[in-house]
């Protein structure tokens, strides 16, 4: 195909403007890695969870936020007023190096962050562009505080093993590749080290979720864990988890579990990192799921929602005192994330601060669980275990090709756009300001789907 050459798109193109063609979409294909849905983003005129296609105005119904990285929507109006885009443009005219230049958008953006969504618990910050390095970076800190804390008890041995589960999904950069282990195109033939993996107890929620006594199959992967630690010893430096494994299937581990790894860790000398670059950010309820949870861990990965991505660090990275945070350039960037998303993410917490997201995002989780409990009962021979906290919901279909066929039929048919999730899994992840109506409106399009499904 000879790739045609694009018209400039002008901001606020005049009114019976002729719209851009498919080109657009096949100018990227050709050129630009990526998997684009049929649809060319009209940035202007998207409203709550509804996008529109800027080639004919063809209008979807959103369950995905661009991988969940859109926690207020399209077009809220909190993101348009003046003063905020003049904000935008100021800090969008240079690109500073944010960890050695001062500027008082990066300083807001911190203590903005630190009163929203902050632990007093973890009171270190890092800055940087991308959930992968951002986890990638949490290792770092523990690989340092590990190697240190292992010579000061007079053990002649680097902390560089980190423990990890199966199903996870932790990125796709240098030391992540190590731990992701969901779909093999993402790591396969990349070079990656040899660490402890153990199994993953994720199991469908039930009456037992919240029971203290641990099940047969996380007693098992207690075994496992105790296991490598027994064969590996301080090499172990951490163990990192995702609180809800998003990517590999929306699997839910029960707080027993994480609770008990967690002091498992704390006799080993191993510390605990939160991947928390999806389920972080408010969409359970929550700031962090690991609150959700009742766990306590010593270093947390964000991204996504927050637009910066990031660690949070303390607890016992603290024991060390010239731990990774504290010594210069042990971790560090040349941008330490952008300042134009760290005046974007600024405003969003305070949006999500005033109109009161939180409590907002746990009422509509409620309500979406009880729509897909529901549709799990009207059609039990095509989807299952309905699940989730807060906003962060999934169910299951007999297999990966039936729910590809429906996430194509809703786009196609309904204009509802939905995500697959590991091997057969459909996730949700609307905004965190979704409307009653727009949750009733997706469910009643998957609906229109099953029926269809069901009828061939």
């Not at 008990?260 to 510390?271: A, D, I, S, T």
């Not at 729509?371 to 989807?383: C, D, F, N, T």
Request: glycine residues 10%.
């Amino acid at each position: 195909m000879t790739a045609q050459r694009l018209a400039p798109v002008e901001h606020g193109a005049a009114p019976g403007a002729e719209p851009p063609g498919q080109d657009v979409v096949d100018e990227l294909r050709s050129r630009v890695t990526g998997d684009l849905l049929d649809v060319v983003v009209d940035l202007d005129s998207g409203e709550g969870c509804r996008l529109s296609d800027l080639r004919d105005g063809t209008r979807y119904l959103d369950m995905t936020m661009y991988f969940s990285s859109a926690p207020l929507g399209h077009g809220h109006p909190g993101l348009r007023t003046p003063e905020f885009e003049a904000a935008l443009v100021r800090a969008g005219r240079t690109k500073p190096a944010n960890p050695d230049f001062a500027t008082v958008e990066q300083a807001r953006f911190a203590e903005t962050l630190r009163r929203v969504f902050g632990d007093p618990e973890l009171p270190w910050l890092f800055f940087i562009e991308g959930g992968g390095p951002a986890v990638e970076n949490a290792l770092k800190v523990a690989f340092d505080w590990k190697t240190k804390h292992n010579a000061r008890r007079g053990v002649p041995m680097r902390g560089c093993r980190a423990m990890h589960l199966r199903w996870a999904f932790h990125g796709r950069t240098g030391y992540t590749m190590s731990l992701t282990n969901t779909d093999p195109r993402k790591v396969r033939d990349y070079p990656a080290f040899d660490w402890p993996r153990i199994p993953s107890p994720a199991v469908d929620p039930g009456p037992d979720w919240d029971e203290p006594e641990l099940l047969p199959v996380e007693r098992d992967a207690l075994d496992a864990a105790e296991a490598a630690l027994t064969r590996y010893g301080d090499e172990i430096a951490c163990f990192v988890y995702e609180p809800i494994q998003g990517e590999g299937g929306d699997r839910h581990l029960r707080p027993a579990f994480l609770r008990e790894m967690q002091r498992l860790c704390g006799r080993h000398h191993v510390l605990t990192v939160a991947d928390e670059v999806q389920s972080g950010g408010g969409i359970t309820g929550f700031p962090w799921a690991y609150q959700a949870l009742g766990l306590e861990p010593d270093l947390v990965a964000f991204g996504k929602r927050l637009q910066v991505c990031g660690v949070m660090g303390g607890r016992r990275v603290n024991d060390i005192e010239d731990n990774a945070f504290r010594e210069p350039s042990r971790i560090s960037s040349t941008w330490g994330g952008s300042l134009v998303d760290m005046v974007r993410a600024t405003r969003i917490l305070e949006v999500i601060e005033s109109e009161g997201l939180l409590d907002h995002a746990a009422r509509m989780g409620e309500l979406l669980l009880s729509e897909l409990r529901g549709l799990a009962a009207e059609y039990p021979e095509l989807v299952r275990a309905p699940r989730g906290r807060g906003l962060m919901a999934a169910l299951d279909f007999p297999d990966g090709t039936l729910r590809d066929r429906a996430t194509a039929l809703a786009r196609q048919h309904h204009h509802t756009v939905f995500l697959p999730s590991g091997p057969r899994s459909l996730r949700w992840r609307p905004a965190l300001s979704v409307r009653p109506d727009e949750i009733t409106d997706a469910v009643v399009a998957l609906r229109a789907t099953l029926r269809e499904l069901s009828s061939v």
